[in-house]
């Protein structure tokens, strides 16, 4: 079985300061793993994924992602945060050696609040 | 390319009535997923289509749930005999599904949310 948790239901940071969103998995073999953003009224939103190579993922809007196989975290990251980045965020994995499946599961989603 | 098209976009219904969301992806995307959406919850799979066929199914996917892609295009999610529980954001997104950088990258739907009363 796969699993995602996101110890985090919410994070405050203040514009213009680095921010964290936490996301650890569980998976019997290698992970896929992406981060979606959801926006009220809209669809989530692709941001990056992992799914080989390095473990220093670049993504949309300035985002990034770090993969750490010994600890099973994929932490999101940005330098720099803005207002326009507050939203909910989720991350999500797919085990690579799932027979076939192609079900993503989701973590229960932060929510990122970046003060003005 | 519009992305992909869901309606309803809000269904309000009275407990027992039937119910069927419409969902039209990607043109060039051969799988297509049903996931749903609580409350401060992330989305659960429910169902993936792979052209026509479906390939996966949940144990969420009761029995009155049914789901079909009868043409490899959009796809239709009904629920029969609807109940309270059922009240939640329903999903759809899909995916190419070759071995390009596009592979595993779903692409979602704004969603249809059901009320049931």
């Known amino acids: 079985a796969q699993s995602v948790a996101q110890p985090e239901d919410q994070v405050n940071v203040a514009e213009g300061n680095p921010l964290t969103v936490k996301c650890t998995y569980s998976v019997s073999g290698n992970p896929y793993l992406f981060w979606y953003v959801q926006y009220p009224n809209r669809g989530l939103q692709f941001l990056l994924k992992y799914i080989t190579g390095d473990n220093l993922v670049k993504g949309s809007y300035g985002f990034e992602a770090e993969f750490n196989k010994s600890q099973t975290s994929f932490h999101l990251k940005k330098p720099s945060a803005l207002v326009s980045d507050s939203a909910l965020y989720f991350c999500?994995?797919?085990?690579?050696?799932?027979?076939?499946?192609?079900?993503?599961?989701f973590g229960k989603g932060t929510k990122l609040s970046v003060i003005p | 390319d519009t992305g992909v098209s869901q309606n309803p976009r809000h269904k309000i219904t009275k407990r027992g009535q039937n119910v069927t969301f419409r969902c039209d992806p990607i043109?060039?995307?051969?799988?297509l997923y049903w996931y749903r959406q609580t409350l401060g919850q992330g989305p659960e799979f429910l169902t993936y289509?792979?052209?026509?066929?479906?390939?996966?199914k949940s144990r969420l996917l009761s029995d009155r749930f049914s789901a079909e892609r009868p043409k490899g295009s959009f796809s239709t999610l009904e629920i029969q005999r609807t109940e309270q529980g059922d009240s939640a954001m329903y999903l759809c997104?899909?995916?190419?599904?070759?071995?390009?950088?596009?592979?595993?990258?779903?692409?979602f739907g704004a969603g249809s949310r059901l009320t049931v009363l």
């Open positions: 043109s060039e995307h051969n799988r």
């Open positions: 997104a899909s995916s190419l599904g070759t071995g390009g950088s596009g592979a595993n990258v779903l692409t």
């Open positions: 999500a994995v797919r085990d690579r050696s799932g027979a076939g499946s192609y079900q993503l599961t």
């Open positions: 289509f792979q052209n026509e066929a479906q390939l996966e």
